[in-house]
């Protein structure tokens, strides 16, 4: 079986214990894997995941390098999921804003986030609980996907995520959120057979090529 998670949390978020070896052997238990580990406002899971995951151990898993950014629209929280095609081509003023500018608990506006859009990422709204019309303005700025499964969001929630997705023909992606044992609710891998069935996820993995 396939495991696609796009949203995990390693000890790069301060409210995960999920080190990144654990999620690699993890991986090891599926026949082939694609990972993202998305922490919160930082870079550093990057260089550590391609270092490990070179052991040809791992040969089974792709690792999509990404980051969770934490914005505001209007007054409202969101967060905003950024994978990159090549780890090598992060936007330098990204990078700059997260390494240098960045500290805990700030919240970028997501007009200045949305700035940092370039071709080598494709921005997944995570578990979103905006209205339809929000979600259009947010996709005419440069948002591309819509994360439809995450264990934070109820069923009806996640259904009308969909919905919208449908209505504007976006893209979906699908993670567990997963932040070790302080979660556990949610395990690395909630709702991929959800995401598979429904063969969104070749369209996703198509965006990064
Ligand atoms: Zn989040
Ligand atoms: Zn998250």
């Keep these: ?3 696609i998670d796009l949203h995990i ?6 409210d995960s214990d999920l080190k990144i070896e654990d999620i690699l052997k993890y991986c090891l238990g599926f026949e082939k894997a694609t990972i993202a580990v998305a922490d919160h406002n930082n870079l550093r899971s990057i260089e550590e995941l ?11 898993i792709r690792c999509i390098p990404s980051v969770e950014l934490s914005a505001l629209l209007g007054g409202e929280r969101v967060h905003l999921l950024y994978y990159f095609k090549d780890s090598a081509m992060i936007n330098p003023s990204l990078r700059e804003y997260l390494d ?5 608990g700030m919240r970028i506006d997501i007009e200045e986030a949305l700035r940092f859009k370039d071709g080598n990422m494709i921005i997944s ?7 339809l019309d929000k979600i259009g303005y947010l996709k005419a ?4 996907a819509l994360e439809i499964f995450n264990p934070k969001l109820s069923m009806e929630e996640m259904t009308k995520n969909l ?4 209505m504007l023909d976006m893209p979906i992606t699908s993670g567990s959120d997963s932040h070790g044992s302080k979660t556990p609710d949610r395990a ?10 429904i063969s969104y996820a070749g369209r996703f993995l198509r965006l990064l090529e």
């Design 125 to 131: 709204l995570a578990h979103p609980r905006l209205f």
């Design 141 to 144: 700025k440069g948002v591309d």
């Design 1 to 3: 079986m396939h495991l």
């Design 50 to 60: 391609s270092l490990l995951a070179a052991d040809k151990r791992y040969k089974n």
């Design 163 to 166: 919905e919208h997705a449908v």
């Design 188 to 197: 690395i891998g909630r709702y991929n057979s959800h995401f598979l069935d």
């Design 9 to 14: 949390h390693s000890t790069y978020s301060r």
């Design 100 to 104: 240098h500018r960045y500290s805990e």
